[in-house]
Structures are given as C-alpha cells and as structure tokens.
C-alpha cells in the first residue's frame, strides 16, 4: 500500500479565497482522522471520521471549516474563505484500529 | 480530557550516549500510546504502539515502556547517532477508534 496520501502538498492562497486539501486513508482502514499542526500549539485534532461517518469536529475552529468523507477511499477539508491564520500543515491520518498512520501533509501558506 | 505532556521540550546530547525520552498522560484508561519521530519538514513516522495490556516494545535500538498506574511512558534510545536527531512525538488514545492526543514533543539533537 502506498500509505496514507494528501493532495496538494503545498498549497499557497490569498485571503478569502477556497482552500480544498484532500486525503485518501490507507485502504481497508475504518477511522480517518484530520490534524493540523502549528508551532504554537502542536498537533491539534479537527474531526475524524468512523466508517466514514463525521464523529466528532469539535476541534473545527470555525464554520469556515469543513470536511466530508463521501466514501471509504477519499476525503476533503475545506476553508472557505481562508485567513492568514489558517497558516498551518494540515495532516490527515488513518488506523483500522491500531496504529495510526499519516500522511505526508499539506502545508498551507495564505497570504 | 486526555492532556499529554513531554519533558523537556529540547535535548542535546553527544553521539553515542544512551537517552530518555519522558511522556505523561492524565487518564490512565488509555488503549495505545504511540511514538512518533517527525524530521523538520516532514510527516510522522509511527515508531513504537504500546497497547494497554503490554508494559514495553521494542524496535532495534529503540524501546518503549508504558506504565498506566503513574500515568508514564519513557523511550529509551540507545547508542544514540545524529540521524536520531528529530522532533519525538507521544500520543495516546483511549479506544482503538479515537483520536490521539499528542504531546508537543520533544527535539532531540545528536552531536557528533
């Protein structure tokens, strides 16, 4: 398997406009999980999925922020609009239970 | 509210030198604490996944204990090279389904 895999690696955008970062989990796992990372304040959870269910997204900062997962094999997270703020690597990850695995990152830069 | 916690932030130690790395955890009724190395730039690698009925893994020159009654875990590097230095994350979760819960993490350089 070639592991977890997010698309775009990089990502630079002016403020306002859409931010879509996508994920495909490692096949055959059942929870997906979105993470993003800042100096200030580490690794912080933003939703995770179960069996491609929205279990918890307290850690969604705000409504402009949304995920799906419309099936086992892909999900997105999206900021609309975006802010300097939003200025982070976004890291998806996935488990079967068990270890979870994670991608390589997106690391977003709004301007 | 699972909190995870890492001593100290930063260390610097020579080549060769056999090293602890420390990490606590509020609730005790965790189902994996896991160790994580991420280099500058990059992804997380899963290093060591402790379940909550094992008290220790190991892989090569790494190993890690897990110690659920003090709320502890320790990975223990021996011999340690430069291409050790990296930032070493701990996580714990508390179903096999659920979120890790990360420590800031600990950076670690090794000097030759």
């Known amino acids: 398997d070639a592991g977890v895999i997010q698309s775009p690696r990089h990502e630079v955008t002016e403020m306002g406009q859409e931010v879509t970062l996508r994920c495909k989990p490692i096949s055959g796992h059942n929870s997906l999980f979105w993470y993003r990372q800042t100096m200030m304040r580490g690794l912080e959870l933003l939703i995770y999925f179960n069996n491609n269910v929205p279990i918890d997204d307290s850690g969604m900062p705000e409504d402009r922020f949304s995920a799906k997962m419309p099936n086992a094999s892909f999900s997105t997270l999206k900021i609309q609009p975006s802010e300097p703020r939003d200025s982070a690597v976004y890291f998806c990850?996935?488990?079967?239970?068990?270890?979870?695995?994670f991608g390589p990152g997106t690391r977003l830069t709004v301007l | 509210k699972q909190e995870v916690t890492q001593i100290p932030a930063a260390l610097s130690v020579p080549e060769g030198e056999n090293l602890v790395l420390n990490c606590s955890f509020t609730?005790?009724?965790?189902?994996?604490l896991q160790w994580f190395r991420q280099d500058p730039g990059k992804g997380l690698t899963s290093l060591l996944l402790?379940?909550?009925?094992?008290r220790e893994q190991t892989s090569g020159r790494l190993n890690a204990s897990l110690d659920k009654s003090s709320g502890r875990s320790t990975l223990y590097i021996a011999a340690s090279q430069p291409g050790d230095s990296a930032t070493y994350l701990c996580?714990?979760?508390?179903?096999?389904?659920?979120?890790?819960?990360f420590g800031k993490g600990t950076r670690l350089s090794v000097i030759a």
């Open positions: 402790i379940q909550s009925s094992q």
């Open positions: 996580a714990a979760d508390n179903s096999g389904n659920t979120p890790l819960v």
């Open positions: 990850a996935s488990s079967s239970p068990g270890p979870a695995f």
């Open positions: 609730d005790s009724a965790i189902y994996n």
